[in-house]
Each structure stands twice: as C-alpha cells, then as structure tokens.
C-alpha cells in the first residue's frame, strides 16, 4: 500500500516522526556471486578460526540465551593491547548486533524532537534516519574544497551557537575518505561538555587518526568511539558492533536495547576473530599495499580520483557513473553509486579489498572507460 493512500480501516497510527522519516535502504540483494566492492565489507572473508568456533558450536549455545561478560573483557583485552594510554575496563565497553545497532540506540538514550544532531555531509547514511525517528533537527555541514576537507571553523562556530545534544563524526569518513586529527575531535568535546560527540571509527585501522590511544574517558566522558568486526575481521553477516567510553554513557546506551539482541554465533565468532589479531593485521596491511597500488594506477593514468583514509575510494568516470557502473557489474563487479550524495554526485565508491581484486577491478574499468 502506498504511504498515500488512506488505511481501510482505522489502523492505529505510528508516531509522527516515523511516517514522516526516510528508511535507509541499502543495496543487499543478490551480491553473493560478484567481487563486492560496493559496502566497504572486508573482501575475503574471516579467520578460519572463526569458522572452525562456529562449526564446533555446541547445542548448548542454540538452546541457552547468550552471555556477554567474557566478551566484554576479550574486546578490552584486545583494545589494550594496543598500546592505549588509560586502559579500558570491560564496563566502558558496550556490545550490539552491529554498529548500526548502536547508532540507533545513541539516538534512542539521548535525543529527543528538536535536539540538534551536528554532522557533515556527505557522509554515512544511516545517521539521518536515526535522527529523524527522534523528531532531531539535522545541521550537516559540507566538507571543504577539493580534498574533501573536514569543515573545522564550522562545526566550531555551529556547536558555539546550536549547542547540538549530538555531534557525529565519521573518522575516516564514509565516502570521503576525510580524516580528522584525534587531537582536534578531544579538544571539540573538551570544549563543549554538553554535547555527546560520537567518533564512528569504523575505518579507522586504514589510515585513520583513532582518539582511543589519547582518551581518558573519566575526564571526557561526552565522547563515545564505535567500532565494528564487519569492515577488517570479516563479520559483517553476523552484526557485532562495539561502543566504548564513559561506563555510566555505556549504560545508558545499552538501557535502550533488550537484553539478548547479539546472538550467540555472533559473540562466538567475535571471541574467535579477536584470538587471530595477526590475521586482522594481515588483511590491513594487504588493503594499504592495494590502496598503494591502485592510487598509482589511478594517478599515471590521470583518471579523476579522491582517496585518503578508509578501504575506498571515490572514482569520476568520463562515460556516465551510472553506465559504468552497469558494465562493472557485467563483469561481475559491483561498486557503489553515489547518486544524490551532495557534492560527489557523479562518482562511484569503490571498496579496497586485495591487490588481486584491485587488479580484477581496473581491469574492468578501463575496459570500460576506454572504449
Ligand atoms: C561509517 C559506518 N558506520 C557504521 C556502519 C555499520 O557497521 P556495522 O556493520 O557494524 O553495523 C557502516 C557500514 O557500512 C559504516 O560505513
């Protein structure tokens, strides 16, 4: 039925926001036989640990509800051995059936209709329908120049006068690649305590500028970093998604969700994916070396191009985006269109994966482009 159309009969009504909000609707169907360079998912799939835990599940793990505490310690296990300078403990660690997950329930435990949400545009697209769900008003400011550059003095001068309840910043952000110095993003949250800045990290492990080595959650408790197992370790059909900050902000977030929403294969499969860090590591250092490999490509050969953080790149065809990208997928290769994307309207995203596949991808596309 369409939205339009008047209900038959008296159907209760959902809440104002909801009839009124956009849904995120992603591209999902159908991937499973092509090189998917379209969602910035890891390209080659999980340690084979991970695959040996979910062989080996016991029944046990299917008939009982889930328990989380043991991975809540593994998670800041694994975080501090990073090297960070105020280790975490396991209730500064929040843990949800994917980052998205997560988001939502951020929006759920914090705003309200007309609280302000501050963010940037272009960037990841499921932050609007969060926002719009609460009834929030959306300042999106744009990035800068021709690199794509994070828009500093705005996003300073907007916190000064809109005084936003959140400010989302996607460190690299997703589809510009722009980086944001850890540096700054404290000093933005030092700066305006009653704002609860929100660092998406997901991207982070690919040349981005991470606050968690910096952070002292006790004296900055308005931050909270997300991170996620889909985009390195190779989880994103299971959803497993992480918040970490202040333990009393982590409850909050965590109040809004039920009590059993990761399911036991996902928290499994993290504890195994964790155990294989070398592996993770690995699976980056591949995607730096491809990334490398691919910006010379697209340099020498002058195609119109922007990459810098992130396990992607946006790409300007000179035929039209939309016939390129059908060619691609002929060939087998899906990218991601950014159609109706302010100010990167024309490009393709295309995801990083291995240098073979890199390799399988330019191919394709200067097939294409050339012909
Ligand atoms: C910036 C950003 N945040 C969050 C997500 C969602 O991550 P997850 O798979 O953990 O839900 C994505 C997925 O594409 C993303 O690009």
Redesign the pocket.
């Given at each position: 039925m369409e939205s339009s159309e008047k209900p038959p009969f008296n159907l209760p009504q959902p809440r104002s926001e909801v009839e009124e909000m956009k849904p995120y609707k992603a591209p999902l169907e159908g991937r499973r036989n092509h090189l998917r360079l379209d969602?910035?998912e890891n390209t080659i799939g999980p340690s084979p640990l991970v695959l040996e835990a979910l062989k080996n599940i016991d029944s046990n793990e299917i008939s009982i509800y889930p328990e989380y505490n043991g991975l809540q310690n593994a998670v800041k296990n694994n975080l501090n051995n990073t090297g960070i300078k105020h280790p975490l403990n396991p209730d500064q660690i929040g843990i949800f059936n994917?980052?998205?997950?997560a988001?939502n329930a951020i929006f759920h435990a914090y705003a309200q209709r007309d609280d302000q949400l501050l963010t940037t545009t272009p960037t990841?697209g499921?932050y609007t329908p969060c926002a719009q769900m609460q009834g929030m008003r959306i300042v999106a400011l744009p990035y800068e120049g021709k690199n794509f550059q994070f828009p500093l003095n705005k996003i300073r001068e907007a916190l000064k006068m809109g005084k936003p309840k959140l400010l989302l910043l996607?460190n690299p952000n997703?589809p510009t690649g722009s980086v944001i110095s850890a540096d700054v993003i404290l000093k933005l949250s030092e700066d305006n305590p009653n704002t609860l800045v929100v660092v998406?990290e997901?991207?982070e492990s690919f040349d981005g500028d991470s606050v968690l080595p910096k952070i002292n959650f006790n004296s900055t408790p308005n931050l909270v970093i997300?991170r996620?197992l889909?985009k390195t370790a190779g989880l994103?059909g299971l959803?497993i998604?992480f918040t970490i900050g202040n333990s009393r902000v982590i409850d909050y977030i965590k109040r809004v969700t039920g009590p059993y929403d990761i399911n036991s294969f996902a928290v499994k499969a993290a504890f195994a994916a964790l155990k294989d860090q070398a592996y993770i590591d690995d699976y980056k250092a591949e995607v730096l070396r491809a990334r490398d490999w691919i910006k010379d490509e697209l340099i020498s050969n002058r195609v119109e191009h922007h990459i810098a953080g992130g396990n992607y790149f946006l790409i300007w065809p000179k035929r039209e985006s939309d016939e390129i990208e059908a060619c691609l997928k002929n060939d087998g290769i899906l990218v991601r269109n950014m159609r109706g994307k302010p100010l990167i309207e024309k490009s393709l995203r295309v995801s990083i994966g291995t240098q073979t596949q890199m390799q399988q991808f330019w191919d394709s596309y200067m097939k294409h482009e050339c012909k």
């Amino acid at each position: 039925m369409e939205s339009s159309e008047k209900p038959p009969f008296n159907l209760p009504q959902p809440r104002s926001e909801v009839e009124e909000m956009k849904p995120y609707k992603a591209p999902l169907e159908g991937r499973r036989n092509h090189l998917r360079l379209d969602f910035n998912e890891n390209t080659i799939g999980p340690s084979p640990l991970v695959l040996e835990a979910l062989k080996n599940i016991d029944s046990n793990e299917i008939s009982i509800y889930p328990e989380y505490n043991g991975l809540q310690n593994a998670v800041k296990n694994n975080l501090n051995n990073t090297g960070i300078k105020h280790p975490l403990n396991p209730d500064q660690i929040g843990i949800f059936n994917g980052v998205d997950a997560a988001i939502n329930a951020i929006f759920h435990a914090y705003a309200q209709r007309d609280d302000q949400l501050l963010t940037t545009t272009p960037t990841f697209g499921y932050y609007t329908p969060c926002a719009q769900m609460q009834g929030m008003r959306i300042v999106a400011l744009p990035y800068e120049g021709k690199n794509f550059q994070f828009p500093l003095n705005k996003i300073r001068e907007a916190l000064k006068m809109g005084k936003p309840k959140l400010l989302l910043l996607c460190n690299p952000n997703n589809p510009t690649g722009s980086v944001i110095s850890a540096d700054v993003i404290l000093k933005l949250s030092e700066d305006n305590p009653n704002t609860l800045v929100v660092v998406d990290e997901l991207y982070e492990s690919f040349d981005g500028d991470s606050v968690l080595p910096k952070i002292n959650f006790n004296s900055t408790p308005n931050l909270v970093i997300l991170r996620s197992l889909s985009k390195t370790a190779g989880l994103a059909g299971l959803r497993i998604g992480f918040t970490i900050g202040n333990s009393r902000v982590i409850d909050y977030i965590k109040r809004v969700t039920g009590p059993y929403d990761i399911n036991s294969f996902a928290v499994k499969a993290a504890f195994a994916a964790l155990k294989d860090q070398a592996y993770i590591d690995d699976y980056k250092a591949e995607v730096l070396r491809a990334r490398d490999w691919i910006k010379d490509e697209l340099i020498s050969n002058r195609v119109e191009h922007h990459i810098a953080g992130g396990n992607y790149f946006l790409i300007w065809p000179k035929r039209e985006s939309d016939e390129i990208e059908a060619c691609l997928k002929n060939d087998g290769i899906l990218v991601r269109n950014m159609r109706g994307k302010p100010l990167i309207e024309k490009s393709l995203r295309v995801s990083i994966g291995t240098q073979t596949q890199m390799q399988q991808f330019w191919d394709s596309y200067m097939k294409h482009e050339c012909k």
